[in-house]
Structures are given as structure tokens and as C-alpha cells.
């Protein structure tokens, strides 16, 4: 395989081997309110097109009060488009439809118990902001926030309205990563030193041309001034916005972002890592704009608890970890594997499944595996979320979860738009040695006036 150059040469010892991040399973904690359980919830779907398809398809059995999306052509028209999704709009004939959530929350409020996020990042923090100050319950998709700052903010502010939260990495909710951490514990794989985790999935959103052209009529049904919301306001251009804008600096995390709380989340859980005290990027050149097309990351964690240190690795844009043995086929969505100085671990992506290595191992073992102990979740994450709401509990990936997950992620797109190695201090949101980086931890970004942020 071809390795693009890397404009740190770090990148270029690749024998290191590398380990995730976590917070243990603990009890579920009472929320501030419950609903009663043989009560529909009513719910407001943000989003309506791409990921807010599966929000629809999950929650089809309770009560959609509100539907809002920026562009009805790409939410309500594609939905209706599709006779699957018809028979779910048909579901609720009385929900209303808008363009903006801010109009749908001044006039709705009173009607709605909790909101679904699945929009771009950039306005995943203005939205969550704007529900938890309304005391409802959120779902938001990975990851989080678009910075470490916001995703703090966010997390405080849940706590403080005592709303039920879960963040969208779908694997949470898997087979795989309970597999992981309970092997892990039972001593599989003895002290686990390493993690590799990478994606390749083909897209165009993260690989980009930003060479200057005109600007562009936007379509007639897109509200783009809505679909800006807090970015800078600059003009339309086509190749900004509907399903490419995640490799842009001004809406998006990149591939890392969209990537790394699905691939790194069964080491996070599995490990109970903590926060990192380092992670150093290698990348090919970006963009002005843009998120690089090919980034390897690494992170260092600290010994914790009874576990020793651990690397965790990223490879993406066409970089796989080294091979872990002889005919391990890397699939392009990607996963990680786990190393420890008694065996090696595969957890598929978005943790739907794991195997020990090699498969003659897992072979010799499949009668003898450690007893199921960690509750399994039936129906999936927005389900999950649903019932929490009902029983006053806690989510397998509510916020307490989901933002140290997220800041995981976060740190390393920071360091990829610092184009460096960054010391950090989880306790005070510091990095040690790279001042100028710290911006990329927040805000970092623009915020155009009348969002609420």
C-alpha cells in the first residue's frame, strides 16, 4: 500500500503499539424528571434528512411533535420520497414542520419532553444548548461539539436542567464493546500496552478541492443562512454544505471527528484510560479550510489504577495499523485492535463484534470465554435514550460518558489543526507546550451573533 508523506516525521516509527480510553460501567443515577411509562414521549426531531433517518426509523413508536430541518427538499420531500419513511411520516400527520429550531422551541416548548440532534457539528452546541436551558432531554450525535469547550459547557449545563442525555456512537449500545471490556477483565489479553483504531471508508467529505470559484445560487428550498447558523457567514457554495461539509474547519471535525467515537470507543470503555497527556499528529498538507486527507495520531495515557501505560494509535486517508497477524484483513470502515503482553484482540467497527487473534485462539477458546456480565441494550441507542427518559435513568453513553469520549476525538483534531504534539492537562483544559494550539481547544472558532452562544 502507498503511504502518503506525512509532514511529521514522528509518524514514521510505526512500531508503536496503542490503547483507547474509558469510563467503567457504573450504576445509573435518577434524573431530575421521568415520564410516565405508558406515555408516548413527544419528541422533535432536528434534522430530518441523513442521520436524522435513523432518529425517525428508532423512534417511530413514540409521539414526533415537531420536525425541523433547514431544507424540506433533502428532509421532508427525501423522506417522502422513500416507502419506508412514508409510512413513518404517516405516523404523525399533526406534527408540524420548521425551518428554524429556534422558532420551533418558541412556539413548542411546551409541547416537547425531548429534542434528537442530527445536524452538522458546527451547530450541535447551539441546538443542545438551547433544549437543556429548556429542560428537555437530548440526543446528540457523535461528536458532541465541535470543541473541548463546548462539549464542557454542554455537559454542565445537562447536569445543572437534570435532562437525560446520550450522544449518537451507536456502538455503545453493541455486542463488541461489552465483549472487550469483559475480556479485557477476565485477563484474555493480560496488561493491554496498545490500541490501534483507523477508518478508511471512501468520501469525498474529507479529501477536498478548495480552489477559489464564484459563488453560487443556493437551492430554493435550503435556508442557508439557517444552515450557516453560528459559522462565518461566507457565500454558498455547493461544495461546502450538504453532505461534504465535514472536512471543512468551519462546520465540521473531519474524518477523526466523525470517526473516532465510534473506533475508539471500545478501548475507552474497555481500558478506563482516562484522559491522554499527549497526542502528537502526523498529517499529509492541509488545505486552508480543510482537514488534512491522510492523519495518523498518537496518544499517551498515563498508568491508572491496576492497568499500565497505554498507546492509542489513529490511522485514516489510507494508512492501516501494521498487520497483527499474518492474514488480518483491514476492513476499510475500519475498528481496533487491542495488544496485550498475553494475546491480541480485534473489536469490529462501531464495536458490533470481537474476536481474539488469532482466530486459531478464539477458536480454542470459544467454549471457556468469560460469563456475560455487563447489561446488553435491546433496540439500539435512540431506544435506549427513550427508555432512560421513562425510568429516570441514565444512558449508556449520556453526557457523564460521552464528553470525555468526545474530548478524546476533540484533542486530536486539535492537534491536527495545530499541526503538532500537544501536552495536555485534562484538569484545567491546558496544553502545556504549545500555546498558540489552545484556541483549538476554545471556543477556536467564529460565532455569528443571535445563536445563543
Request: hydrophobic residues 40%; glycine residues 10%; charged residues 20%.
Amino acid at each position: 500500500m502507498h503511504t502518503p508523506n506525512l509532514t511529521r516525521r514522528a509518524f514514521l516509527h510505526s512500531t508503536g503499539l496503542a490503547a483507547g480510553a474509558a469510563l467503567l460501567a457504573r450504576p445509573r443515577l435518577t434524573a431530575a424528571t421521568a415520564t410516565p411509562a405508558n406515555r408516548r414521549l413527544q419528541l422533535a426531531l432536528i434534522g430530518v434528512g441523513g442521520r436524522g433517518k435513523a432518529a425517525l426509523s428508532a423512534l417511530q413508536n413514540e409521539q414526533i411533535v415537531a420536525f425541523c430541518d433547514v431544507d424540506f427538499a433533502r428532509g421532508r420531500e427525501e423522506l417522502a420520497a422513500s416507502p419506508n419513511f412514508r409510512k413513518m411520516l404517516a405516523r404523525f400527520p399533526d406534527a408540524k414542520w420548521f425551518n428554524d429550531y429556534r422558532v420551533m422551541f418558541e412556539q413548542m416548548a411546551d409541547q416537547i419532553d425531548a429534542v434528537v440532534v442530527s445536524v452538522p457539528d458546527h451547530m450541535h452546541y447551539a441546538i443542545g444548548m438551547a433544549a437543556v436551558r429548556l429542560r428537555k432531554h437530548l440526543y446528540v450525535e457523535k461528536p458532541l461539539c465541535r470543541c473541548i469547550t463546548e462539549v464542557r459547557a454542554l455537559r454542565a449545563a445537562a447536569a445543572q436542567a437534570g435532562v437525560v442525555t446520550q450522544m449518537g456512537n451507536q456502538g455503545r449500545a453493541a455486542e463488541g464493546i461489552r465483549l472487550a471490556r469483559e475480556w479485557v477483565q477476565a485477563g484474555l489479553l493480560g496488561r493491554v500496552h496498545t490500541v490501534h483504531a483507523w477508518n478508511n471508508t471512501p468520501s469525498k467529505s474529507y479529501s477536498l478541492d478548495l480552489t477559489p470559484g464564484p459563488a453560487e445560487t443556493p437551492p430554493a428550498t435550503l435556508h442557508y443562512d439557517l444552515w450557516l447558523g453560528v459559522a462565518p457567514e461566507r457565500p454558498y457554495r455547493k461544495v461546502c454544505s450538504h453532505g461534504v461539509w465535514r472536512g471543512f474547519t468551519d462546520y465540521g471535525t473531519g474524518r477523526l471527528g466523525d470517526w473516532a467515537c465510534h473506533q475508539m470507543d471500545a478501548a475507552n470503555f474497555a481500558l478506563d484510560l482516562g484522559a491522554p497527556t499527549s497526542v502528537e499528529a502526523a498529517t499529509t498538507e492541509p488545505k486552508p479550510g480543510t482537514f488534512p486527507a491522510t492523519t495518523a495520531l498518537t496518544y499517551q495515557f498515563p498508568a491508572r489504577g491496576d492497568r499500565g501505560p497505554v498507546t492509542l494509535r489513529w490511522f485514516d486517508g489510507g494508512l492501516v495499523p501494521p498487520q497483527p497477524v499474518e492474514g488480518f484483513a483491514f476492513r476499510p470502515e475500519g475498528g481496533s485492535i487491542f495488544y496485550g503482553d498475553k494475546g491480541a484482540m480485534w473489536v469490529a467497527s462501531h464495536s458490533n463484534t470481537a474476536r481474539l487473534l488469532p482466530e486459531s485462539r478464539m477458536k480454542e477458546l470459544a467454549a471457556s470465554l468469560p460469563p456475560k456480565t455487563i447489561p446488553r441494550v435491546s433496540g439500539g441507542p435512540h431506544v435506549e435514550w427513550v427508555n432512560a427518559i421513562r425510568a429516570g435513568t441514565r444512558c449508556g453513553s449520556d453526557f457523564d460518558y460521552a464528553a470525555p469520549l468526545a474530548e478524546l476525538a476533540l484533542l486530536g483534531v486539535a492537534a491536527i489543526r495545530a499541526q503538532g504534539r500537544l501536552e495536555w492537562d485534562a484538569t484545567t483544559a491546558r496544553i502545556a507546550n504549545f500555546p498558540s494550539a489552545q484556541k483549538f481547544i476554545g471556543p477556536g472558532y467564529e460565532y455569528r451573533p443571535g445563536w445563543g452562544v
